[in-house]
């Protein structure tokens, strides 16, 4: 089970635009993981152009892991 305490979603036409919102995504998300020290990042492609990036407590502290559905 995924435990996720913040969740970004991210909807993008470009390429260019996906980098940089997946970039702003991971840097918050690294912020808040320092607070706890206990969850990983997990970025997750849904479609093409929709991503969500979430702190996971199946992802360990420190590491960023990608899920493709």
């Known amino acids: ?10 909807q993008v036409d470009s390429r260019r635009l996906l980098d940089e919102r997946l ?7 690294q912020r808040l993981a320092m607070l706890t020290g206990t969850h990983g ?8 152009g929709h991503y969500t990036a979430a702190l996971s407590d199946q992802v360990p ?3 960023t ?3 493709v559905h």
């Open 1 to 10: 089970m995924t435990t996720a305490s913040e969740c970004i979603e991210i």
């Open 23 to 29: 970039n702003d995504a991971v840097l918050g998300l």
């Open 41 to 48: 990042i997990l970025l997750t492609r849904h479609k093409p």
């Open 61 to 63: 502290f420190g590491m």
């Open 65 to 67: 892991r990608e899920l």
